[in-house]
């Protein structure tokens, strides 16, 4: 059983940046493929960033191409999503999922889930 903790959500003006965290244990980390996804109220679920379990492969969503990184500590049990030039339309509670899946942007394919961090991006 994999546990995963997101922190590093918060408050940003349009433009702004932040970095959230997720850390896993409970499981080997390394074996993993790591995703984030988002869900804003009232809207469904949706992928933001996916990576392989060694780190050589991402996949993002057109959304946040370009403004968003992901990468994995895979000595840290860590995975990151470094999210740039923020905006409003960015807003919504954001969850790492850990699996074994090469579709790494189809929430369906992964096991573990954390509980969430809040993101606000104010205009």
């Known amino acids: 059983q994999v546990q995963l903790v997101e922190s590093g959500g918060g408050l940003v003006q349009t433009g702004g940046s932040l970095r959230l965290s997720c850390a896993a244990s409970g499981g080997t980390f390394s074996l993993y493929t790591m995703g984030w996804f988002r869900q804003a109220p009232g809207k469904e679920r949706e992928p933001v960033a996916g990576?392989?379990?060694?780190?050589?492969?991402?996949d993002y969503a057109d959304s946040v191409r370009g403004r968003f990184t992901i990468s994995k500590n895979n000595t840290k049990n860590t995975v990151y999503l470094q999210m740039n030039s923020l905006k409003p339309e960015d807003t919504a509670v954001y969850y790492c999922?850990?699996?074994?899946?090469?579709?790494?942007?189809?929430?369906?394919?992964?096991?573990?889930w954390g509980q969430g961090t809040q993101v606000t991006v104010s205009s």
């Open positions: 999922a850990a699996g074994s899946t090469r579709q790494r942007l189809m929430s369906a394919r992964y096991y573990y």
């Open positions: 990576i392989s379990w060694s780190g050589d492969t991402t």
